[in-house]
């Protein structure tokens, strides 16, 4: 059991993203039913706020908060108790994140706000909304700085030793996002806020489009990351194996800090102002992304048979039957992997060069990403919270939860099987996304659209109902296990944070040498960025007014 | 740094596979000419409607086999009279925005362009049938975006 005060700063994060899981998921309800035209908004409340509610809210703060919960245990488990000064820039970090937060979301919810939650320029929203953008960014830093602080005492105390996995692996999340940030936080500070408190009159928009994809796509890997930190260290201990190869995992990652920034271009590629060539370079190095993401699937499936044939398993696909299936922390992993094989898929269609035309901006892309951060990420954060919250409260996760725990689990399964089958047969039809219900005069294509049975307006209504009741059962259990459920008293009793061991024996030193690997990946953005931002700015149009349309 | 046999070999057909793919996505761009919408021609976007082309939106015939057709984009519509073009022929969209950010989209076709204020989209489309295709944007651009749509007609 970790430091009574290490676990503070963890529920107090976990508390803040299930609030926003909340208040998100019932924001993806009301636009499921008004989507479909069942629903009419209030006035004072319209279909593009409850948008960059639901995203910004589930995308943005859940995640963060959830991913920062998960760091500070394991940091604190892996490596050791936080020092004084760690706990104390934590809490800063922390209060800074919540305060841009709370500041960004009343920003939206009275109305200043509705440019979504890619805030395209020049939609221009208050200007306090993205001063609240910049201190949520500013606020992560804080508690990233935290944690490479006591990463760095550990490192000076265990000279010329590779530090634990789970600290590795944090530390190399934390650090593709710190790089990710530069280009969120140069447009917002240099473009955005001069520009919306009317100090410089224009922008520039192509270039705060580039600098946003700049650190819009790591941010899908800041998600994805601690996610296969689940998946490399947890998943083994529940399946009763060591991790498969340290080495490759530390490979797999460093990889990732590489291969997921130079590569914005792959979310502009039907817009002008980027040249073709440009525009391929980050085609391939997107696709670079490719090899560590199939070294992970090859540890996975490897933990899996190791597993089942330790406990006996005979022939081909034996082992298959002997896994944990009635660990509800297993089992739902297992299903959010599963997503993510369509979901990797569809991501290589998305961003191969002339085919993104077919879904750019088509609801194909909001069906992608349900099956990518919405499932695979989110369920796993889901399997980790059935033991994270008893763990750091101390209290039981009992049968009728863990009962709870697969209703929840299966419950989601199927709400989103049909929701984003739905979507993604939708958008190769045609139709857009973040788009409020629109017949478009009743034209025939637009009426076509929604014809078929799995396209039809009921699909995906119940798709996101029962999203909405297993989102409604997992806050049961988030506060079950909380504040409610029977304190462990026998050891047994008692939840355990399930690390699997792993032998670093064999681990080259090099993996954990950070200037080598920090020094690749600026060398690659500027290869990727320097020449088409140089452009974009040298060979500039005269700067766009801001507009509120909304 | 060890590998498993079975690694090694699962790394090296998927890496193979990957040159093969990036292979013919590239041959596909560059020798074929199948790049997507773009552009690198820039505009004042407040002197739109005093720009050529924009200044006469519309279609115009370039040659036999060629036509253009230029389309303003604004909250919330396209300003681009009786958009009618002939099946078979070259068809260039030109495109661009006196506001916000839109697309411009022409359903059951490849057209799915951004449209960029400041900027000019170009992208060139052959239509193969004849009809009437819806045209939307499907870039979030205010509180009519899902109002913001136009047909053209292909004879």
């Known amino acids: 059991m970790i430091a009574v005060k290490d676990r503070k700063i963890a529920l107090a994060n976990i508390g803040v993203a299930y609030a926003a899981f909340l208040i998100g998921t019932l924001a993806g309800l009301l636009q499921v039913f008004i989507r479909n035209d069942a629903l009419q908004l209030p006035a004072w409340l319209d279909y593009y706020q409850i948008l960059t509610a639901h995203g910004v809210l589930l995308a943005l703060i859940f995640t963060t908060f ?13 490596i050791g108790t936080f020092g004084p000064k760690v706990r104390l820039y934590s809490w800063v970090g922390f209060w800074v994140t919540l305060f841009g937060t709370v500041m960004a979301t009343v920003m939206i919810v009275s109305g200043k706000a509705s440019v979504l939650y890619t805030f395209y320029a020049p939609l221009k929203a208050s200007g306090w909304f993205y001063v609240g953008l910049a201190l949520f960014i500013i606020g992560t830093w804080i508690s990233s700085f935290a944690l490479i602080g006591h990463y760095m005492a550990w490192r000076r105390k265990n000279k010329g030793h590779l530090s634990p996995l789970f600290a590795f692996m944090t530390i190399t999340t934390i650090v593709m996002w710190l790089i990710a940030c530069l280009g969120v936080v140069a447009t917002v500070l240099f473009q955005y806020i001069p520009w919306a408190f009317g100090w410089t009159d224009t922008i520039n928009v192509e270039l705060s489009r580039s600098l946003f994809w700049y650190f819009g796509h790591p941010l899908v890997y800041f998600w994805l990351l601690p996610a296969y930190m689940a998946w490399y260290l947890i998943v083994p201990k529940l399946l009763g194996v060591k991790v498969f190869s340290d080495s490759l995992a530390r490979l797999s990652f460093v990889l990732f ?55 006996g398993a005979v022939g081909l696909f034996g082992w298959f039957r002997m896994l944990p299936w009635k660990d509800v922390r297993f089992t739902s ?61 101390g209290r039981q996760f009992t049968k009728s939860m863990q009962r709870l725990g697969f209703v929840q689990i299966i419950t989601w399964t199927i709400g989103m099987l049909l929701m984003s089958t739905s979507q993604h047969i939708l958008g190769l039809l ?60 026998r050891p047994e009793d008692f939840v355990e944070f399930p690390l699997a061991e792993s032998d670093k024996e064999h681990t080259p030193k090099f993996l954990e040498n950070w200037a080598i690997w920090v020094g690749i990946a600026f060398a690659l953005i500027f290869i990727a960025y320097a020449i088409p931002i140089g452009d974009m700015i040298q060979n500039a149009p005269p700067g766009s007014k801001g507009f509120i349309t909304w | ?59 115009s015939q370039l040659d036999d086999d060629t036509y253009q057709v230029t389309i303003v984009a604004m909250a919330f519509g396209y300003n681009a009279p009786e958009m009618k073009v002939p099946a078979g022929k070259e068809i260039i969209f030109k495109v661009t925005s006196t506001d916000v950010v839109h697309s411009f989209t022409i359903d059951n076709t490849k057209v799915n362009m951004m449209v960029v204020p400041g900027q000019i989209t170009t992208k060139s489309y052959t239509f193969e049938k004849p009809g009437k295709y819806l045209i939307l944007c499907n870039e979030y651009c205010g509180t009519g975006h899902h109002m913001m749509s136009s047909e053209i007609e292909v004879y």
């Open chain 1, 333 to 393: 992993i297992f299903i959010a992997m599963a997503f993510f094989i369509p979901g990797g898929a569809g991501g290589i269609i998305n961003a191969s060069f002339q085919l993104n035309e077919v879904v750019h901006n088509t609801l194909w892309i909001v069906g992608h990403f349900h099956i990518t951060v919405g499932t695979p990420v989110a369920m796993t954060f889901m399997g980790l919270t059935f033991w994270l919250i008893p763990y750091l409260t």
């Open chain 1, 430 to 489: 045609g139709a857009p996304r973040r788009t409020a219900y629109a017949g478009y005069n009743n034209h025939p294509s637009a009426l076509e659209w929604f014809d078929g049975i799995l396209t039809s307006h009921v699909t995906m209504a119940v798709g996101g109902s029962i999203l909405f009741l297993s989102a409604m059962i997992l806050m049961y259990i988030v506060i079950m296990t909380m504040f409610l459920s029977p304190k462990a008293e």
């Open chain 2, 1 to 59: 740094m060890h590998l498993h046999k079975y690694e090694k070999i699962w790394l090296v057909f998927g890496i193979a596979s990957l040159i093969v793919f990036l292979s013919v996505v590239g041959v596909s761009a560059f020798s074929h000419d199948h790049t997507p919408s773009g552009g690198m021609d820039t505009i004042d976007p407040e002197k739109v409607n005093e720009t050529a082309p924009f200044d006469n939106p519309g279609v």
């Open chain 1, 257 to 311: 800090i590489l291969f997921s920034i130079p590569v914005g271009f792959h979310h502009q590629l039907t817009e002008p102002g980027i040249s073709n060539f440009w525009k391929f370079l980050q085609v391939v190095l997107t696709f670079m992304v490719i090899v560590p993401s199939l070294m992970t699937a090859f540890t996975m499936f490897a933990n899996f048979e190791i597993s089942g044939r330790k406990k």
């Open chain 1, 66 to 78: 959830f991913i920062f919960a998960f760091f500070t245990t394991g940091m604190s488990k892996s």
